[in-house]
Nanobody
Framework: QVQLVESGGGLVQAGGSLRLSCAAS????????MNWYRQAPGKQRELVAT???????NYADSVKGRFTISRDNAKNVVNLQMNSLKPEDTAVYYC?????????WGQGTQVTVSS
């Protein structure tokens, strides 16, 4: 049974930084894409950042220039470096691994940015 375990969330002041990490327990063969989503209270879950197996990245407009996604294919780990955080970044952040056959989700980690 594969589980994704996130870490690194917490409370930070506006302008600060956090680094989220997500690691798979168990074996995942060739995750095609690794993604970070977030969901704020009363809002739909939104895609924040994506990184393909080859290293191509894509970001939501709201986080471009502030967030950086990276991955370690050998360790099945994906990270999200979040800089210049804003109160509107407050949400539960979820990691997501997509393979040919499966779609795995983490349990979520809370990020709270105070003004």
């Amino acid at each position: 049974q594969v589980q994704l375990v996130e870490s690194g969330g917490g409370l930070v002041q506006a302008g600060g930084s956090l680094r989220l990490s997500c690691a798979a327990s168990g074996t995942i063969f060739s995750a095609n894409s690794m993604n970070w989503y977030r969901q704020a209270p009363g809002k739909q879950r939104e895609l924040v950042a994506t990184i393909t197996r080859g290293g191509s990245t894509n970001y939501a407009d709201s986080v471009k220039g502030r967030f950086t996604i990276s991955r370690d294919n050998a360790k099945n780990v994906v990270n999200l470096q979040m800089n210049s955080l804003k109160p509107e970044d407050t949400a539960v952040y979820y990691c997501n691994f997509v393979t040919l056959l499966h779609n795995y989700w983490g349990q979520g980690t809370q990020v709270t940015v105070s003004s």
